[in-house]
């Protein structure tokens, strides 16, 4: 896969993200690639990964009211 | 007084009955006892409120007209007069009309509007589409009070605080709700939702009618996302539920339907990140595997591996040529010296005996040529007077003649072949004769 064709991971969407990445494991576990070729899906692997714990980490929800007004806060899960 | 006259227990049913008869009235009640028995020529049945009872008759014809299904504690309007039955001395109550009230009204047209709107299509499985995985944003239509609401955007934020929420906040009770809501889908869908929750909390039956609504079905038939409900009343289903794309039970059980675990997709991303090192290590092994296998060949433990037989032969010839080459060099040299000066001498005499020979040989050659073709012509003259002693033309040039039957190539060898009044040819050394047998003899002397 040639880098300068892939969009950065950062730019994608969770769902896209996941989705190669879950295509550049099966590609690796299926052990048919050339050594380099690996080693450049293991490297885009490894940033896809860290682009997507990078925004689970750093999620905070966004609440837009289209209509009404939502009343009280929305509070925390009890553990 | 006037009327002291006793009268017949017949007679004094009939003046009951002339008294009821005019007593016309609507009647609301809960159905209480109810016997509706094939062969019954009408449905009996008790209605009442708790403090009084009355006995019902109605007519089948009129029974089944109503399209009114009696139940045991169904609400009940009927129009009707009192009668009597004579036979067992009882009153009771004709219906003339029936129609559910109430709840059990509302039950009956949202069957009704159900039935139709299945019979257009849009309940059918496969208009229901699959929810997207990871939504980017979510819409919600819901009250922007009380617990619906906070339930969902609590599951939310604790599940996947990745998707962005829009949110129409409308009324969800009253008359205004069906309208609202319907422009709170198209809201939500318009700002870019991947999926849409439409929510709230439980109510009486008659407080969920606007899930009932109509125009409400319709605004989530046509809602260009997936919609999932969560419309807290079990066990009732509303027409909002049965055309959704996916019907949870509660607006949380919605709001976890429509959105990932980030829990369990983090533990999903450490799993992945494993699998993806091992993956690679696995290639690289099996890469550095063969290459230590092919390090291990003898070509590269020891060169001379390689080159050893090359270089043996290489040693062999060169003590060969070492051995043998002063020796022959000196004895080639005398032999050809001689065989030189030996050429020079014979190479005349030798050439002059065999130009004789050819010369020799050449004319036996030109007189045994013209010999062998005198023989043939003598030959072949021979033969031709032999094949003309043969030929049968040769033979009937002596008088003999070949008879054929009429089909001109039968040779006719015996009597036997032919009868009497055939035709025959007989061809003759010269000419030939077109005959008919006039006797045949099977025997005959020869002379």
């Known amino acids: 896969m040639d880098e300068a064709v892939c969009p950065a991971p950062g730019e994608m969407n969770f769902g896209d993200a996941l989705a190669e990445l879950e295509s550049i494991v099966a590609a690796l576990e299926g052990g048919q690639l050339e050594l380099e070729e690996s080693l450049t899906r293991y490297q885009r692997g490894v940033a896809l990964l860290q682009s997507l714990q990078g925004k689970l980490e750093d999620a905070q929800q966004k609440v837009t009211a289209l209509i009404g007004e939502l009343e009280g806060e929305v509070v925390e899960a009890e553990a | 007084m006037a009327e002291e006259r006793a009268v017949s227990v017949s007679e004094a049913m009939a003046r009951a009955r002339t008294a009821l008869e005019g007593v016309r009235l609507k009647v609301v009640g809960e159905v209480s006892e109810f016997a509706d028995k094939a062969g019954y020529r009408a449905a009996y049945f008790t209605v009442s409120d708790g403090d009084a009872a009355m006995q019902c008759l109605m007519w089948r014809e009129q029974y089944e007209a109503s399209g009114v299904t009696l139940r045991c504690g169904m609400l009940v309007e009927m129009g009707g007069h009192f009668s009597t039955y004579a036979a067992k001395g009882r009153m009771q109550f004709v219906v003339r009309s029936l129609t559910l009230a109430g709840e059990g009204r509302l039950r009956l047209q949202v069957a009704e509007l159900a039935r139709r709107l299945e019979a257009e299509g849009l309940m059918r499985p496969e208009r229901k589409r699959p929810l997207p995985a990871y939504p980017e944003r979510i819409g919600v239509v819901t009250s922007p009070r009380g617990k619906a609401v906070h339930d969902v955007l609590?599951?939310?934020?604790?599940?996947?605080?990745?998707?962005?929420?829009?949110?129409?906040?409308?009324?969800?009770?009253?008359?205004?709700?069906?309208?609202?809501?319907?422009?709170?889908?198209?809201a939500v869908a318009d700002a870019g939702s991947d999926v849409v929750l439409l929510v709230r909390g439980g109510g009486s039956y008659e407080d969920l009618m606007p899930f009932n609504d109509e125009g409400v079905a319709r605004a989530v038939a046509a809602c260009p996302v997936p919609v999932v409900t969560g419309i807290g009343h079990e066990p009732d289903t509303s027409i909002a539920d049965m055309v959704a794309d996916v019907r949870a039970s509660t607006p949380t059980a919605a709001a976890e339907s429509a959105a990932p675990s980030m829990d369990e997709l983090s533990a999903a991303l450490i799993k992945?990140?494993?699998?993806?090192?091992?993956?690679?290590?696995?290639?690289?092994?099996?890469?550095?595997?063969?290459?230590?296998?092919?390090?291990?060949?003898?070509?590269?433990?020891?060169?001379?591996?390689?080159?050893?037989?090359a270089a043996q032969a290489l040693d062999q010839v060169a003590l060969s040529l070492r051995r043998a080459l002063p020796d022959r060099l000196e004895t080639d040299r005398d032999?050809?010296?001689r065989s030189a000066a030996d050429m020079q001498r014979l190479g005349p005499r030798l050439a002059e005996p065999a130009a004789q020979r050819v010369g020799h040989l050449s004319r036996d050659l030109e007189r045994a040529?013209?010999?062998?073709?005198?023989?043939?012509?003598?030959?072949?003259?021979?033969?031709?007077?032999?094949?003309?002693?043969?030929?049968?033309?040769?033979?009937?040039?002596?008088?003999?003649a070949l008879c054929r039957a009429a089909d001109g190539t039968t040779v006719i060898t015996s009597a036997a072949q032919v009868a009497t009044g055939d035709r025959v040819s007989v061809v003759l050394g010269r000419g030939r004769l077109g005959c008919v047998v006039e006797s045949t003899e099977e025997e005959v002397v020869n002379g």
């Open chain 2, 154 to 186: 609590r599951t939310l934020k604790r599940r996947y605080p990745l998707a962005e929420i829009v949110l129409a906040g409308v009324p969800v009770e009253g008359a205004e709700a069906p309208a609202a809501i319907a422009a709170g889908l198209s």
């Open chain 2, 272 to 309: 992945t990140r494993r699998l993806l090192g091992r993956a690679l290590q696995h290639r690289v092994q099996a890469a550095a595997h063969r290459v230590a296998l092919l390090v291990r060949r003898p070509v590269f433990t020891d060169y001379t591996v390689l080159v050893a037989p």
């Open chain 2, 335 to 337: 032999r050809l010296a």
């Open chain 2, 369 to 400: 040529g013209a010999l062998l073709l005198e023989r043939a012509e003598e030959a072949v003259t021979h033969t031709a007077a032999r094949l003309h002693d043969l030929s049968p033309v040769a033979v009937l040039g002596r008088g003999y």
